[in-house]
């Protein structure tokens, strides 16, 4: 599986933005987790949200509870991140991945990573 993320940008407080990552590959998107992931400057890689392939089971972080919504489109094999209310804490290259396994509010392990897209979130 090949992941693709885009639609990071630069913005203001309060602002939305939608990620997106199209997945490839010869394995069935639809029976994957995906999860996205996010790193700011300095700090380590922070699990955001994750999406179940079976039940839409979802998962988001307390930071971004109420802000932020995953969706998947199975028929279009894109995960997307909404993301709305942005603050300048959101700053991070949001990377997504995936994983055949379901993890919940446990950090995933990822078997497939994107390759990062950069969201700057400006007070």
């Known amino acids: 599986v090949q992941l693709q993320a885009s639609g990071g940008g630069m913005v203001q407080a309060g602002a939305s933005l939608r990620l997106s990552c199209a997945a490839s590959g010869r394995r069935s998107f639809s029976t994957y987790a995906m999860y996205w992931f996010r790193e700011a400057p300095g700090k380590g890689r922070e699990y955001v949200s994750g999406?179940?392939?079976?039940?839409?089971?979802?998962y988001y972080h307390d930071s971004v509870k109420g802000r932020f919504t995953i969706s998947r489109d199975n028929a279009k094999n894109t995960v997307y991140l909404q993301m709305n209310g942005l603050k300048p804490e959101d700053t991070a290259v949001y990377y997504c991945?995936?994983?055949?396994?379901?993890?919940?509010?446990?950090?995933?392990?990822?078997?497939?990573w994107g390759q990062g897209t950069l969201v700057t979130v400006s007070s």
């Open positions: 999406i179940n392939w079976s039940n839409g089971a979802t």
């Open positions: 991945a995936a994983n055949r396994v379901w993890y919940g509010s446990t950090t995933p392990r990822a078997e497939y």
